[in-house]
């Protein structure tokens, strides 16, 4: 395996990825433009572990040429060694594969570049910015850290999606998608600041599109001075 996964799996190869053929055993519409596949690991949860937000890169074919793209593992059960991934579905090969996966179906995947490393101390507050893109990322993440209070920023809509906030301890502030996330950023900048202030050891994490990423993660760590360990930041998607 691997062999046709072109220059990004040879990559991938160089830094011991390891290869797993994933088999699909059922699927489901959560909303009309947000997908849940199931499936049967082909023994990855068994040789790998398990962590918070961990993430897997499926292998899809794009016009005849390999492409690769990250998915975060939801309920991942290694004894029965099952997870499932959710697809916000939009334009692109991933999202028909998705919109078409039956059971039977297989599918490679290569796990190499994921982890998860919790902040000492643990975060008093958890200060999470995301989308429909990383919200089983955003669920892992919450779990992970089940009795801390959270405020999150989420760009879009939550009616209907499998969010995972209770909201006894997580405040959710939506806000409409706006001049390529830019509207998601001013809010933040507009909020965040006070909210740092008022807890003694935050953790922010943040996980958007890649031009809003950067942009937030850089305002976190050079004008709010958040320490690298205590701010987590991943491009999950690039706006055309």
């Not at 987590?232 to 690039?238: I, N, P, S, T, V």
Request: proline residues 7%.
């Amino acid at each position: 395996m691997g062999q046709g996964h072109g220059w990004q799996g040879a990559v991938l190869k160089l830094m011991r990825g390891k290869d797993y053929v994933l088999t699909v055993t059922g699927a489901e519409d959560v909303t009309e433009d947000y997908r849940r596949v199931h499936l049967t690991d082909g023994g990855l949860l068994a040789a790998t572990g398990v962590h918070p937000t961990m993430w897997v890169r499926l292998w899809f074919d794009n016009a005849g040429k390999p492409h690769q793209r990250a998915y975060t593992l939801v309920d991942p059960d290694p004894a029965a060694g099952t997870f499932s991934l959710e697809f916000a579905l939009h334009e692109g090969c991933a999202s028909d594969w998705a919109r078409t996966a039956r059971a039977g179906d297989t599918i490679e995947a290569t796990v190499q570049g994921t982890g998860f490393h919790p902040p000492e101390p643990a975060p008093s507050h958890v200060f999470a910015i995301g989308d429909p893109a990383s919200l089983p990322a955003l669920n892992s993440l919450l779990g992970a850290f089940a009795a801390t209070p959270a405020t999150l920023w989420f760009e879009g809509a939550t009616d209907g999606l499998p969010c995972r906030a209770d909201t006894a301890r997580h405040e959710i502030r939506t806000v409409p998608r706006e001049d390529g996330g830019a509207r998601l950023a001013e809010r933040v900048r507009a909020e965040l600041p006070a909210l740092l202030r008022a807890t003694p050891h935050p953790y922010v994490w943040i996980a958007c599109d890649t031009a809003t990423t950067r942009t937030l993660a850089a305002y976190v760590r050079k004008e709010l001075s958040v320490p690298k360990e205590r701010l987590h930041a991943l491009g999950y998607w690039r706006a055309d």
